[in-house]
């Protein structure tokens, strides 16, 4: 028998190997999990010090919103939220609504903890804001949402929007402090309106009665990345209307999102305007999942789309039977079909500049790279 001093080493030298193979095993599952992040979410992700670095996620974008530099610098105001109420006329410091009336210039926006935030109107969100929930579960719902009007370099992360309801017209206090008459909003999560260089990202948005995101009235160089749609009838939709011909202009990147479960139509549908959508999870449909009007440009690539058990398998749908679709390198499961409307070596590219390019990864790994879309789990210390 081993004598006690020998048995004591024996089991340091037991914890010891356990310790090594436990810390071994955890570098390898953070290595796997690094490998499989996509190109946004490592720019960021993996900086345990992200808390003390927020600005670096403006330089992660890609897709036609570009890199959020314009976001950044030493001019930015940090504000952090500490008052989940809402007036639209008076609005008290502490609220978000205060920070998009009372304060100029490029501004930062943080939350001090959980929150539940019931808007009496829609939040007209200013130029040159991030509005940035990482760390706490910040939820709009119930009452008007985000409405992002003549605006330009606007970041939206890690938002819960949902429940979005109609609202009257009435008076509300804008940007700058000015007093302005809305007209009735239907109820979408997130409208962009006559504005450019939006990016939305890492949001979870759900059960709003018109809506999840409209981009329209000219809009452009905007990404939608890293969401979560989920239970919605109408998602997203690019483009005002059919006599709407500015919109001809518009240009949207669709990433690395996860559609569903219980969406029905509109992921996207686009008018005129060109859409770049690449490398999301298609989680079923109802009607269809991508559709089209008035002649637009869909570049549908390395997407991941499963039909829906029973019902429509089919992807597309095109009102006048005048849209350029293209599917490339897309993954198709239990039975799902994409009709192409162009010839087979139409590349419809979307021309990015350097700031705005990045790999396409393959259509495959799709689970993997959408696996953290919508709202993170941020703990105080270590990764995002």
Request: charged residues 20%.
């Amino acid at each position: 028998m081993l004598s006690r001093a020998m048995q004591g080493i024996t089991l340091c030298l037991i914890r010891a190997i356990s310790i090594a193979i436990l810390l071994s095993l955890g570098r390898v599952e953070a290595r796997r999990t690094v490998d499989n992040m996509n190109v946004i979410d490592k720019c960021w992700r993996t900086n345990p010090d992200w808390r003390r670095n927020r600005q670096q996620l403006a330089t992660c974008t890609v897709g036609f919103a570009g890199q959020m530099f314009n976001n950044i610098g030493d001019d930015v105001i940090n504000y952090k939220v500490t008052d989940p109420s809402d007036d639209p006329l008076s609005p008290r410091p502490g609220t978000l609504r205060h920070a998009m009336t009372s304060i100029t210039g490029k501004i930062w926006i943080t939350f001090k903890r959980h929150m539940n935030i019931t808007l009496a109107k829609p939040l007209l969100v200013s130029s040159l804001t991030t509005i940035d929930a990482r760390g706490a579960n910040v939820h709009i719902a119930n009452g008007g949402c985000l409405l992002i009007k003549k605006a330009n370099n606007v970041i939206i992360h890690g938002l819960y929007i949902h429940d979005c309801k109609p609202q009257e017209p009435g008076p509300v206090k804008g940007p700058g402090g000015e007093i302005m008459h809305l007209g009735p909003t239907d109820g979408d999560a997130i409208r962009v309106v006559s504005s450019s260089r939006i990016w939305i990202d890492h949001n979870t948005m759900y059960d709003s009665v018109d809506g999840l995101i409209d981009v329209t009235r000219g809009s452009t160089d905007i990404t939608i990345s890293n969401n979560w749609f989920r239970y919605q009838d109408k998602v997203m939709l690019l483009g005002h209307d059919d006599g709407f011909r500015r919109d001809q202009n518009m240009r949207v990147t669709v990433a690395f999102n996860h559609f569903g479960p219980n969406c029905v139509q509109r992921m996207p549908r686009i008018r005129f305007g060109y859409a770049h959508v690449v490398n999301n999870l298609y989680l079923g449909w109802g009607i269809y999942a991508i559709g089209g009007s008035m002649n637009p440009s869909i570049k549908s690539q390395a997407n991941l789309f499963i039909a829906p058990k029973g019902g429509n398998k089919e992807i597309t749908w095109d009102s006048g039977l005048t849209g350029n679709f293209k599917s490339i390198e897309d993954v198709f499961e239990n039975g799902a079909s994409f009709t192409t409307t162009v010839d087979a070596g139409a590349t419809m590219r979307p021309n990015y500049a350097p700031d705005q390019m990045f790999e396409v990864e393959d259509g495959m790994r799709v689970r993997d790279l959408t696996k953290s879309a919508g709202v993170l789990k941020c703990p105080k210390i270590a990764r995002c």
